[in-house]
């Protein structure tokens, strides 16, 4: 008799077993209970030998075998009794199957059936719902009629199982699954992805060699990545936070018996990008487009390690984009250029390299017109599960290495802020807060409204103005981005600037809805099939984008409103 046990990681509230063995059988009884009723029992007449002394076998495999296995009772509420993996369980279940044969020949007949369940799967975050299984046990076959399942959320997603398996050589035993799903939530996991998934497999053969074909896509999707600036600063206290193994653990792809995908055979099954997938964090929000393929591979460390999981192999393109600089009260936005994630075959998605590049433009803060404005890049390297970040710019022959973060960071290059005429430290702390502000602005913006925004606020250079001219002085300045993409080919975006709301916060006090409109750009793209993608948009007047009539500034040449049509062919080899 055993009470709240745990043994091979399945929980026993009570637990009862009885046996008798003679003339090498044993006959033996099981009963698992939850609270006063009998979850599961078992009653069993094995052919074992168990001889006080050395035999060549102690199973015999060809001596009759009697069995039978019921639960009718507890309902799907037993499940918590055989794994942690599996709580707040509810539904009904029947489960009677008769065992006779033999050991090495067994056959089993009877049914299985689950009406109305559900359960949380704390392990992958998910919550089950709508759970109906109907198995038949037809001798020396086990036949899955039907069983499908609701993933737990709003979206009502459903996956469905079929096929059989046979088990007339039960140490090879064949089969025949094919797995269905549309939009099913596979897992929901904090700070480790969010992924809902459409698509059919197939697996046929049997252990000693199989075949998996079909295709899944990733409809929606948010893969959670460490933050490269403040995941050294994360107490060692909250192991949640940098625990980031648990993707290894449950990972992109449903986990398989070792045995079963040693000897499988990956038949071109690709896993596909929908429109809505992307890298996340509290600095990055990475759109992720392409495919990658499914195959199988050996697990080189951990407690898995030596055994055989399912992997990807291939590279994931960046589509679109952001990074946002989020160093304290310094906060930079941007925006990506391009890039890949590519899976190398290994089970731990953690692995997974990435190579993303993404631009950020520093106004300068100068009375200089002639100097021009800085770009800076981001090269976003390093691992998902490790993830590392390096500054450069390609304006290497104007801006040296060291003046980079002290553009950065001022809006100027270090001699200029450290002895220049700008050198106050109000006057830096001033420029600090304001090209701060679009950035932390722009990341407020709803993701329902905005796939990507950005408000990029102006700088105060040599500002003498009363006080209640700064908004006005901010807003001639600044522009407000909003990129949202409307299907999987189409995507749009709009650029303002705020001039109109700067007058009307200025001296006089008027809403200029002329200047308004004048400075509104629309773009909007389509992809076709094949590479092929065309943009058509519309881009406002020099004096409009810079809020000034003086065109000449910062190197610009003066352009009245201009209409384009660009059409774009890539190719990836």
């Known amino acids: ?58 199973v015999l495999e060809d001596a009759p075998l009697r069995a039978r296995l019921w639960s009718d009772s507890a309902g799907v509420a037993m499940l918590e009794t055989l794994t942690p993996e599996v709580t707040l369980a509810q539904g009904s279940l029947g ?66 199982l079929g096929g059989w398996l046979g088990i007339r050589d039960i140490k090879d035993p064949r089969f025949d699954l094919r797995l269905g799903a549309q ?22 053969g049997a252990t000693t060699g ?39 653990d449950h990972g992109i792809l449903p986990r398989a018996p070792s045995r079963v995908v040693e000897k499988l055979r990956v038949n071109d099954v690709p896993l596909t990008m929908g429109r809505d997938v992307t890298l996340h964090s509290t600095e990055a929000n990475i759109t992720l487009g392409g495919s990658v ?36 009260p310094v906060q930079r936005t941007f925006d990506v250029e391009g890039g890949e994630v590519r899976f190398r075959g290994d089970p731990d998605p953690n692995l997974a390299e990435m190579d993303i590049r993404a631009l950020h433009t520093v106004r300068t803060f100068s009375q200089n017109s002639a100097r021009q404005d800085v770009r800076v890049r981001v090269n976003i390297g390093g691992t998902l599960g490790s993830p590392r970040a390096s500054f450069s710019t390609p304006d290497s022959n104007r801006v040296s290495d060291s003046d980079i973060l002290s553009y950065l960071i001022t809006g100027g290059p270090s001699n200029e802020i450290l002895g220049g005429r700008n050198s106050g430290v109000g006057a830096t702390a001033t420029r600090v807060l304001l090209s701060s502000f679009g950035s932390v602005l722009g990341s407020k913006v ?61 001296q006089g006090g008027s809403f200029d809805a002329q200047a308004l409109a004048e400075a509104v750009g629309l ?51």
């Open 1 to 58: 008799s055993l009470q709240d046990a745990v043994m091979a990681g399945v929980s026993l509230e009570r637990a009862t077993a009885t046996g008798h063995y003679a003339d090498r059988m044993l006959d033996a009884s099981l009963r698992t209970l939850r609270g006063t009723v009998t979850a599961l029992r078992l009653d069993a007449t094995l052919p074992v030998d168990l001889a006080l002394r050395s035999v060549p076998r102690r």
């Open 446 to 506: 709803p993701t329902g409204l905005c796939t990507d925004a950005q408000f990029t606020a102006a700088g105060l250079d040599q500002y003498t103005g009363g006080i209640r001219d700064i908004g006005s002085s901010v807003l001639s300045g600044s522009r407000f981005n909003c990129a949202k993409q409307l299907t999987e080919r189409a995507f749009v975006r709009l650029d303002a600037g705020l001039c109109g709301f700067g007058t009307l916060l200025g």
């Open 293 to 328: 393929r499914v195959t199988a591979a050996r697990v080189q460390r951990g407690l898995d390690a030596g055994r055989y999981q399912l992997a990807l192999n291939g590279a994931l393109q960046t589509v679109r984009g952001s990074y946002r600089l989020n160093a304290g």
């Open 183 to 204: 939009g099913f939530n596979v897992i929901r996991k904090s700070r480790v992805a969010d992924l809902d998934m459409s698509g059919e497999l197939r697996i046929a």
């Open 95 to 160: 489960l009677d199957v008769a065992v006779s044969g033999t050991m090495s020949a067994p056959r089993l007949n009877g049914a299985l059936k689950v009406s109305g369940g559900g359960f949380d799967l704390p392990g992958l975050g998910t919550v089950w719902r709508e759970v109906e299984i109907d198995v038949g046990f037809l001798g020396d076959s086990i036949a899955v009629r039907t069983a499908s399942a609701r993933s737990g959320d709003a979206r009502g997603g459903r996956a469905t």
């Open 523 to 573: 773009k909007f793209d389509y992809r076709f099939n094949r590479g092929v993608a065309a943009s058509v948009g519309l881009d406002p007047s020099t004096s409009a984008a810079l809020c000034t009539r003086d065109a000449m500034v910062r190197g610009f040449a003066p352009t009245p409103r201009q209409y384009g049509f660009d059409l774009f062919r890539a190719w990836q080899f």
């Open 210 to 248: 199989s075949t998996l074909t079909g295709a899944l896509t990733v409809d929606r999707g948010t893969i959670y990545i460490p933050d490269i600036f403040t995941k050294n600063l994360i107490s060692l206290d909250d192991l949640e936070m940098i625990d980031t193994a648990a993707l290894a």
